[in-house]
């Protein structure tokens, strides 16, 4: 690949194509092993490439099981982060969100409240895991992909929200998703209180008052669907539409071609 015969790379182009699943493990290490950054980028496609109609049919096979529960949306999540990175190792991150709620359940189960126990837990995630919100790099994929969250610790409202859903399950904590348009929302909910938190900002509760006009500045009359539980499915679409315009805003079309197939196989298998 790294020849500068035109006739040489044209020949390695050839039996490239001829690749098929068995050579990724192969071509994984080589793409570990090599510095040039243009040669890894091309490598990484060329996996993706490889890999796109098996993932693909392992995507529809998910859709077809149903998303029903907070499990289910992980590992839909950690499925899209092998759109990413076909070779990824998902378990490692569902270690690490094991991990996490160990670290921090001791504190919480020894809170005096239901409401002692949120505030343990959103301050731990901000200050002692050190999450954040994306500011400088909004659109950029990176902070829609579950993985690259967990890696970075920054992300957007939505992929902070989940990864807090994801801790919180393992506590079993009654933390939900609200899908509110424009800014994802979590809640956490009680027999006696009902509490709005906002992931971006450093899980800030925040008023309905506050939220309606966060709406109606952005030219959307504020519902009470706003402020519904979001369902696991619905949620997963929402991540997959801000992937496709953060591809689309990159001019990335392949990627934005392909996901738009995952997120028609969505609309069409309802669960």
């Known amino acids: 690949m790294e020849d500068p015969d035109e006739f040489v790379q044209q020949k390695v182009q050839e039996r490239l194509a001829e690749l098929d699943d068995n050579s990724i493990p192969i071509l994984d290490e080589i793409r570990e092993e090599i510095n040039d950054v243009s ?29 029903h529960s907070v499990p ?27 991990k996490m709620a160990a670290r921090v359940e001791p504190a919480i189960r020894t809170a005096l409240s239901s409401r002692e126990q949120m505030e343990i837990f959103t301050a731990y995630f901000f200050e002692k895991e050190y999450f954040k919100g994306a500011r400088n790099d909004y659109s950029h994929p990176d902070n829609s992909y579950l993985h690259k969250v967990l890696q970075r610790r920054r992300g ?19 933390l939900s998703g609200i899908n509110m348009p424009k800014h994802f929302l979590l809640k956490y909910e009680t027999d006696n209180e009902s509490i709005l938190l ?17 709406l109606r500045s952005n030219g959307i009359t504020p519902d009470p669907s ?29 990627n934005v071609t392909e996901l738009k197939r995952l997120l028609g196989y969505m609309m069409q298998i309802h669960s």
């Open 39 to 67: 040669i890894r980028s091309r490598l990484t496609q060329l996996i993706h490439h490889i890999t796109y109609p098996s993932y693909e049919q392992e995507f529809i096979e998910y859709l077809e099981k149903g998303i």
């Open 198 to 214: 906002d992931p971006f900002n450093y899980g800030r509760i925040v008023s309905m008052d506050q939220c309606a006009y966060f």
């Open 226 to 254: 706003h402020f519904e539980k979001a369902g696991e499915r619905d949620i997963l679409v929402r991540t997959i539409r801000n992937l496709i315009s953060s591809f689309e805003e990159r001019g990335e079309e392949q």
């Open 156 to 174: 957007i409202p939505i992929s902070l929200s989940m990864v807090m859903m994801f801790v919180a399950f393992r506590l079993e904590l009654p």
């Open 72 to 98: 289910d949306l992980e590992k839909g999540q950690l499925l899209l982060s092998r759109f990413e990175n076909p070779t990824l190792r998902t378990d490692l991150y569902q270690r690490q969100l094991d």
